[in-house]
């Protein structure tokens, strides 16, 4: 490109930053994606959103805690300190349910990913839109294992117990 040269309009068109960005993720397309996640206790849910963009990581660290099951708390902790993962995903060892998901289910683990990346705001309003979702239907309550705090628009879903986060295991599309 010659300075003071405008280029042609097909080029302008092919080096604007917008050529170059992908497209928005749907709303239903964001839903579906979310919807498996959506109800777990914050802590854990960003741990697994920010461990969805390192996908990779996350299989290394599936094959890892499945080829040593025998591995638990500060053994595993230690272990683990050794690999070259994200923190997150190396959080996530301590919960293999959702490890092993997001390793069964790779490509939603990278559309996930992805979609964090883009949009962080969106996935987030997207997750309380959901939580909304689910507490209007009654499918949402404090229990022994979960505290649901509801702050105006926000649903905070915390452990009941600070040292123990539990899982929980919904049907993501009632």
């Not at 069964?104 to 992805?114: A, C, H, M, Y």
């Not at 839109?129 to 229990?143: I, P, T």
Request: aromatic share 6%; proline share 9%.
């Amino acid at each position: 490109v010659v300075p003071g040269l405008k280029p042609p309009p097909a080029m302008a068109h092919a080096a604007s930053p917008s050529a170059s960005a992908p497209a928005p993720v749907s709303q239903e397309k964001l839903d579906s994606l979310l919807a498996p996640i959506a109800l777990y206790p914050d802590e854990l849910l960003a741990q697994a959103l920010m461990a969805s963009t390192y996908p990779l990581d996350v299989v290394a660290a599936a094959r890892f805690v499945k080829e040593n099951k025998d591995l638990k708390g500060d053994a595993l902790d230690k272990a683990v300190l050794e690999k070259n993962w994200d923190p997150s995903v190396q959080s996530l060892t301590a919960f293999p349910q959702v490890l092993e998901m997001m390793n069964d289910k790779l490509e939603w683990t990278q559309e996930l990913g992805d979609a964090f990346l883009s949009d962080k705001a969106r996935v987030m309003q997207t997750v309380q839109n959901l939580r909304q979702k689910a507490d209007a239907a009654g499918n949402l309550k404090s229990s022994e294992q979960q505290k649901v705090v509801k702050e105006q628009t926000t649903i905070i879903i915390e452990p009941a117990q600070p040292d123990v986060v539990y899982v929980p295991t919904y049907n993501p599309t009632v």
